[in-house]
């Protein structure tokens, strides 16, 4: 039941332009950041992980956070409208499958989005003729960044089912992004999704994370995907739908 409510969603996806979003808005991270790397050389002196700072910094800060408030809008649009609630709420389906399965094809999208900003960051570096090694740390920062992506994504599909406005999610996922730069700094970055991120992807430091704050880090998308994942569950199978 799972795989078909998987190829449902990637169903409804297929000619829609959330595929232009994908694209998009990693290649405007990766261009402010190039720019920006390119124009302070004379400052950013460590190559790979200097133009990393600046491609994270506007990517995982604010971009990534962005392109997943409207992913998870998207997904549940069709369910907005025509009073489609009504029938998936009829439908033999379990609200386990049905909010998994979005959440799912968010982590696959994901990967996606995380491949193109990694070709797209070797592609401008090359561009400009750096000739050090990649960063040992970089494997790490996409793993890591695409994991608190699911924490996030988990936490604007809840958003998403009982909001139908897409400016409404899209704002409070920015307004996230800020309050996370904010836990960042006052060295809270490993409990908010948002600051995870900033953590996770190595966007103000890149410096390696120590083996016991990968644990945390760890431990706590897991609380936060699980938490989050079994309020919306159990707010599909207890709540009246006003479709």
Known sequence: MLTRCISVELMKLRRSRIWLILMILPIISVLIGSVNFY???GV????WYSLWSQVSLFYG?????????ICCG?????EHFNKNWNMIMAAPISAVWIFLSKLMVAGL??????????????LGGTL???SSKLPRELPGWLLRGW???ITISALQLALSMRIRSYATTVGIGLCASFIGLGMYIANLGLFFPHSMMVVGMGVISQKSISPGDMIIFFIMNIIYIVAISTFAIRWIKKSDVIA
Request: proline share 2%; aromatic share 22%.
């Open 61 to 69: 800060e604010f971009f990534l956070p962005i392109l997943i408030a």
């Open 39 to 41: 124009l302070n050389q």
């Open 147 to 149: 994991i608190a992506a």
């Open 74 to 78: 998207y997904m549940w649009r069709l």
């Open 44 to 47: 950013l002196k460590y190559e």
């Open 109 to 122: 999208l994901l990967i996606f989005v995380q491949g193109l900003l990694f070709l797209l960051y070797f």
């Open 128 to 130: 400009m003729g750096l």
